[in-house]
């Protein structure tokens, strides 16, 4: 690598420190899961006084339409004077925001219809988030105009910090390609990385979107790049990540050989009780003996953490997640996650990042891997499709051999290809979940062989509904629905949580659903504040969506299987939120506990070995500071987190994933 750096600064000693002058205009591929959903051009305005980029955003994403359009002014010089982007962030998000910057030093701030004057900081450029991408290549060349310090301040929030990170050589048309490699961090959550030209031309960007997932961008004649940029982002993703991590990592240098949690209340999610005063002892990464202090003696050397007035649960399990970056993984961990199945990813990220996991390169929850497929079609994600039922085989094969648990399908897969998908899945030992194909109703989906369901609202299409929009669900209809899926042991990943999300009035509170929420990295509060509908919008859904956990309930009343899942939302809480949810249903605070252990280790065929504290389990742990069998909230106030018998900090990992250590009501 030295030597490589060496060369490209030889080749490139001046030219690539200078800047061209910016194109006229410019295009730009949109891709999300490396499948190409819209694009980004510019045009520029050039006069004596200002250089004028009207720019215009728009990608389809899996049926929705999100488009924005921006304008950011310079002088020719490259110094701000302006930005204005008005628009759609995600499916569920919106941005109306202007920062216009006079010669007196007032930046003029408007975000949505609030509007203030305060001094523009030194060093500052404005800047919008994630998009667009042509802001975020005026902002890296402004850093470079400015000597490239550690940090610049953004308008009308937050800091970004950037480094040049180094060369990436690729081929293109047959010729070596020299790319510079830059690292930003702080317009989102997270690290991003960008590529440009030896002319500083932006040549490529990934990042994360305001869902959270990742948005590739690339100059139109540089798509044919994407693929070696994607999985050279996965690799340098976790390679910044471990840099960050320092020699002051969260898990012990060696595993602790035996491990004494003694004195709390543990929650035995199998039978549904309590043990009061009771010892837990770990070895080896598993779980030695569980019960009354008075019946399990403490060995000696064993290292003892003290859980008097607190409650001990098995490692929490998240079913429905999404690990898109690096970061993710410390913040699951310090809400008590430390079991995810990743439902649908980009193939080689996903598989390198449970290997720096598991290999100790990196930090985050065991990772369960649920490979997506597709059909072709106007809502078709990401560029794993099946449209006969041969693709799906070899589909379903090349998952398997990579070590994938599950197979998840998507919304514009055929059914004919749907039976041969299952059929395949079956036969190599998989079970097979995820959305309901557009073409099919839930029933025929699990007669097709589907044994697991994504998303409550599959389940509501089956139901009717109160002239309000709430579900009935007391009628026969619901009761032949509830016999089928019980019959079938169809398993129900509700997601309610990202429902609400979506469903919520962003004039409402939001520390309602997130009470951290002034905890979290500062783009995640600008991107989830601006999340839900407008207040009207939202009083017409709010009795569809309210009565969603009391379908979780009636579920789980007629024996069908529930397990807790988020779909992402709010990093590592948000399973709190679902299972908050549940109890707010008619769960009991045991039965809903039970969702996120034991029930979810049984709909994968792993609770032989997880899912609870039991003898011969893997061992993992939450130590909890409270009672959430009393108040589920309490869940939140996680203390201490075991996974496979490492130990770790709570306030470390949250550190590690950007989070303050602000404390939110309880």
Not at 385 to 406: C, H, M, N
Not at 605 to 620: H, T, V
């Given at each position: 690598m030295r030597l490589l750096l060496l060369l490209a600064s030889c080749v490139l000693p001046l030219a690539a420190r200078a800047q061209t002058a910016p194109a006229d205009t410019a295009t730009f591929l949109l891709h999300k899961f490396a499948q190409r959903i819209g694009k980004e051009t510019y045009r520029l305005t050039r006069t004596p006084q200002a250089y004028t980029y009207d720019v215009a955003f728009r990608f389809?994403?899996?049926?929705?339409?999100?488009?924005?359009?921006?304008?950011?002014?310079?002088?020719?010089?490259?110094?701000p004077l302006r930005l204005a982007v008005k628009g759609q962030t995600s499916r569920f998000s919106s941005i109306n925001d202007t920062v216009s910057l006079g010669a007196d030093g007032q930046a003029r701030i408007r975000i949505n219809e609030a509007v203030h004057t305060e001094p523009r900081p030194a060093l500052s450029f404005p800047v919008a988030g994630y998009a667009p991408g042509t802001g975020q290549w005026l902002l890296l060349r402004y850093w470079q105009q400015h000597g490239r310090p550690a940090s610049?301040?953004?308008?009308?929030?937050?800091?970004?910090?950037?480094?040049?990170d180094g060369i990436d050589t690729l081929q293109y048309q047959n010729q070596p390609l020299l790319l510079r490699r830059y690292v930003l961090k702080g317009l989102v959550w997270g690290n991003e990385l960008l590529w440009t030209d030896q002319q500083g031309n932006l040549v490529g960007l990934i990042t994360n979107d305001a869902e959270g997932d990742k948005l590739e961008l690339m100059a139109q004649s540089y798509e044919a790049l994407l693929p070696a940029l994607i999985s050279r982002a996965a690799r340098r993703g976790m390679q910044l990540f471990r840099a960050e991590m320092g020699a002051a990592a969260t898990r012990p240098a060696a595993p602790v050989p035996?491990?004494?949690?003694?004195?709390?209340?543990?929650?035995?999610?199998?039978?549904?009780?309590?043990?009061?005063?009771?010892?837990?002892?770990?070895?080896?990464?598993?779980?030695?003996?569980?019960?009354?202090?008075?019946?399990?003696?403490?060995?000696?050397?064993?290292?003892?953490?003290?859980?008097?007035?607190?409650?001990?649960?098995?490692?929490?399990?998240?079913?429905?997640?999404?690990?898109?970056?690096?970061?993710?993984?410390?913040?699951?961990?310090?809400?008590?996650?430390?079991?995810?199945?990743?439902?649908?990813?980009?193939?080689?990220?996903?598989?390198?990042?449970?290997?720096?996991?598991?290999?100790?390169q990196g930090v985050g929850p065991g990772i369960l891997k649920a490979g997506l497929i597709d059909g072709s079609g106007p809502r078709t994600l990401g560029?794993?499709?099946?449209?006969?039922?041969?693709?799906?085989?070899?589909?379903?094969?090349?998952?398997?051999?990579?070590?994938?648990?599950?197979?998840k399908l998507y919304s514009s897969v055929k059914p004919a290809v749907v039976h041969a998908v299952c059929a395949e899945a079956h036969r190599l030992g998989l079970t097979v979940t995820g959305h309901i194909p557009d073409d099919m109703t839930l029933l025929q989906g699990v007669a097709a062989g589907m044994d697991q369901v994504n998303h409550i609202n599959y389940v509501v299409r089956l139901l009717r509904r109160n002239p309000d929009g709430s579900v009935i669900l007391t009628d026969t209809t619901a009761a032949r629905v509830f016999a089928f899926l019980k019959a079938h042991r169809t398993v129900i990943d509700p997601t309610v949580g990202v429902f609400e999300l979506a469903y919520r009035s962003t004039k409402d509170d939001i520390m309602a659903i997130e009470p951290a929420y002034l905890r979290l990295p500062q783009p995640l509060q600008a991107l989830f504040v601006n999340m839900g509908q407008d207040p009207a919008d939202a009083a017409?859904?709010?009795?569809?969506?309210?009565?969603y956990p009391l379908l979780v309930k009636a579920l789980n009343d007629h024996g069908i299987p529930v397990v807790a899942g988020t779909d992402m939302g709010f990093p590592g809480t948000s399973l709190a939120r679902e299972l908050e949810l549940y109890v707010q249903g008619g769960l009991t605070p045991m039965q809903a506990l039970q969702t996120a252990t034991i029930a979810a280790a049984r709909a994968?065929?792993?609770?032989?070995?997880?899912?609870?504290?039991?003898?011969?389990?893997?061992?993992?742990?939450?130590?909890?500071d409270g009672d959430p069998l009393a108040h589920i909230r309490d869940i939140r106030q996680v203390q201490l987190v075991v996974k496979a018998g490492q130990v770790y900090e709570p306030a470390q990992l949250r550190r590690l994933a950007d989070y303050s250590e602000l404390v939110g009501p309880r």
């Open positions: 389809v994403d899996r049926g929705s339409p999100v488009a924005l359009t921006a304008q950011i002014a310079t002088t020719p010089a490259g110094e610049l301040n953004m308008l009308p929030s937050g800091t970004v910090r950037i480094r040049e035996l491990l004494a949690v003694v004195g709390g209340t543990v929650v035995d999610v199998v039978r549904g009780r309590r043990i009061p005063k009771a010892t837990v002892l770990l070895q080896g990464g598993k779980v030695l003996k569980v019960g009354p202090a008075t019946a399990v003696a403490i060995p000696k050397g064993a290292r003892i953490i003290r859980a008097e007035g607190k409650t001990v649960l098995p490692g929490l399990w998240d079913m429905h997640a999404h690990f898109q970056q690096a970061e993710w993984g410390p913040a699951y961990l310090a809400a008590g996650v430390t079991t995810v199945r990743d439902c649908g990813n980009e193939f080689a990220y996903i598989n390198a990042v449970q290997r720096a996991i598991d290999s100790g560029i794993e499709i099946a449209d006969t039922p041969a693709e799906a085989v070899r589909l379903v094969q090349r998952y398997k051999a990579s070590g994938f648990a599950q197979i017409k859904s709010a009795s569809y969506v309210a009565s994968l065929k792993l609770d032989a070995r997880a899912g609870s504290l039991d003898p011969g389990k893997q061992a993992d742990l939450v130590l909890i």
